[in-house]
Structure formats: structure tokens, C-alpha cells
């Protein structure tokens, strides 16, 4: 069975930074591609970037601010957001892009505000 919780969403202020994690459990995401999607209020979920091996890729929104690792040993995806915006208030949300079913998490809360 294929578990994602995500977790470390917090109210911050602009510039701020702060780290999600995804816990997994079900998938062996070293062989995987797994993504990091988020929706804020009244917009369709979007893409923020996804992680294979040691690649990643990342949206034009994101890019140069945000950098997703992962650590297998924890079974667990980071998502190190830095120089946060009020436009990336959202929930976000992590992604199995593995496995036929492709699972999602519960998501967690960002909120970037001053």
C-alpha cells in the first residue's frame, strides 16, 4: 500500500523559507519519478517541480527558489522553498509519478503573508 503525508506547512512572511517534507511509504522512489504539485484557492492544482535520481526539474514560477532532494535511507522528499512570495500560498502536494494508480498525499498548508 502506497502512503504519502506530507508535512511542514506554516504561515510565513515574504523572503522567508521554510522545507516540506513528504514521508512515502509503498515505493521505492530511488528508481521513481516523484513530483511536488501545489493549488492555491481558486486556481487548478499546478506543477512545482519532480525529482529522478539525481535530476530534477522545476516550473519557470519556482525556479531558482525552490529545490527538491530526496533521502532514501528516510524514505522521504524534501522541498526547500527559499525567498518565499505571497503568490505561492497553497497547498502542496506530493505526487507518485511511479506507480500505475499515482498516488497523492493530503497535502499541507503554505501561507506566505505579511
Known amino acids: 500500500q502506497v502512503h504519502l503525508v506530507e508535512s511542514g506547512g506554516d504561515v510565513v512572511q515574504p523572503g522567508r523559507s521554510l522545507r516540506l517534507s513528504c514521508a512515502v511509504s509503498?515505493?521505492?522512489?530511488?528508481?521513481?519519478?516523484m513530483g511536488w504539485y501545489r493549488e492555491a484557492p481558486g486556481k487548478q492544482r499546478e506543477f512545482v517541480g519532480t525529482?529522478?535520481?539525481?535530476?530534477?526539474e522545476y516550473a519557470d514560477s519556482v525556479k531558482g527558489r525552490f529545490t527538491i532532494s530526496s533521502d532514501s535511507a528516510k524514505n522521504t522528499l524534501y522541498l526547500q522553498m527559499n525567498n518565499l512570495k505571497p503568490e505561492d500560498t497553497a497547498v502542496y502536494y506530493c505526487?507518485?509519478?511511479?506507480?500505475?494508480?499515482?498516488?497523492w498525499g493530503q497535502g499541507t498548508q503554505v501561507t506566505v503573508s505579511s
Open positions: 525529482i529522478s535520481g539525481a535530476r530534477t
Open positions: 509503498g515505493i521505492n522512489f530511488s528508481f521513481c519519478t
Open positions: 505526487h507518485d509519478l511511479c506507480t500505475p494508480k499515482r498516488f
